[in-house]
């Protein structure tokens, strides 16, 4: 059974940093380029960050270029969302993916 569980999320004050943990399992990780995607409340899922399957190749969305950083390790079948300098608009439900395939979710809030 494919699997993709999220943690870490949780409440941070902007500013401040969380690291977002996707554990996989069930499928071949490391032949998959890996991403997460949030959903802020009222609005549509949004991607974040893609990372290739050898890891060489990270993009990011515009919104948080310079503030996240994606990771895996295909040894662990891990992938980190690592996320700085966070805003009150980061605040949505995170999610692991790979093809169409998505995990449930972590929650992230950010707010003072």
């Known amino acids: 059974e494919v699997q993709l569980v999220e943690s870490g999320g949780g409440l941070v004050q902007p500013g401040g940093s969380l690291r977002l943990s996707c554990a996989a399992s069930?499928?071949?990780?490391?032949?998959?380029?890996m991403a997460w995607g949030r959903q802020a409340p009222g609005k549509e899922l949004e991607w974040v960050a893609k990372i290739t399957k050898d890891g060489g190749v990270k993009t990011y969305a515009d919104s948080v270029k310079g503030r996240f950083t994606i990771s895996r390790d295909n040894a662990k079948k891990t992938v980190v969302l690592q996320m700085n300098n966070l805003k009150p608009e980061d605040t949505a439900v995170y999610y692991c993916?790979?093809?169409?395939?998505w995990g449930r979710g972590t929650q992230v809030t950010v707010s003072s």
């Open positions: 993916n790979f093809g169409s395939r």
């Open positions: 069930g499928f071949t990780f490391r032949y998959y380029v």
